[in-house]
């Protein structure tokens, strides 16, 4: 998989209400592009 793919675990998806949290999630996500100004900031404090 590539960028942008994330992995759930099974168990985290052991009902409807589960299920419709992490496609939300992954819809929300890929409806905001990235901001490359907010991706320097994460990657300078990966670290901490």
């Given amino acids: 998989m590539g960028a942008g793919?994330?992995?759930v675990?099974?168990?985290a998806l052991r009902n409807e209400a589960a299920?419709?949290?992490?496609v939300?999630?992954?819809l929300e996500h890929?409806?905001?592009p990235p901001n490359p100004a907010n991706a320097a900031?994460?990657?300078n404090t990966a670290g901490r």
């Fill in 5 to 7: 793919w994330i992995t």
């Fill in 9 to 11: 675990d099974a168990a």
């Fill in 19 to 22: 299920l419709q949290f992490w």
């Fill in 24 to 26: 939300s999630a992954a």
């Fill in 30 to 32: 890929n409806a905001n």
């Fill in 41 to 43: 900031k994460t990657a």
